[in-house]
């Protein structure tokens, strides 16, 4: 069982930074691909980054390329989302997300791949 707390959001105004972090508890964070992915009212969950178990592979979708970056810690079991330049658009509850034990990196971007979820943390950047 894993267990994942998201902190770090709030409100911003258009144009500033955020870095949400992800605390995991339980067993072999080590061993687990991480992804942050985000829901804003009446839309679809989305996914936002992804980092292998190593953290030598990142992906991004296409709206948060070059202005959010994923990174984790494998001694504190912790996952961050570095977000700059931050827009509108990007208004929405942000959720970290862990797959399976040794599951595969790939379809990364897919919500039902990952088996643990936490609760969520509300970024609002206003115009």
């Known amino acids: 069982q894993v267990q994942l707390v998201e902190s770090g959001g709030g409100l911003v105004q258009a144009g500033a930074s955020l870095r949400l972090s992800c605390a995991a508890s339980?067993?072999?964070?080590?061993?687990?691909?991480m992804g942050w992915f985000r829901q804003a009212p009446g839309k679809e969950r989305e996914f936002v980054a992804a980092?292998?178990?190593?953290?030598?592979?990142?992906d991004y979708a296409d709206s948060v390329k070059d202005r959010f970056t994923i990174s984790r810690d494998n001694v504190k079991n912790t996952v961050s989302l570095q977000m700059n330049s931050l827009k509108p658009e990007d208004t929405a509850v942000y959720y970290c997300?862990?797959?399976?034990?040794?599951?595969?990196?790939?379809?990364?971007?897919?919500?039902?791949?990952?088996?643990?979820w936490g609760q969520g943390t509300q970024v609002t950047v206003s115009s």
């Open positions: 980092i292998s178990r190593s953290g030598g592979t990142t």
């Open positions: 997300a862990a797959r399976a034990s040794y599951g595969a990196y790939s379809h990364y971007m897919e919500a039902p791949n990952y088996a643990y």
């Open positions: 339980g067993r072999a964070f080590g061993s687990r691909v």
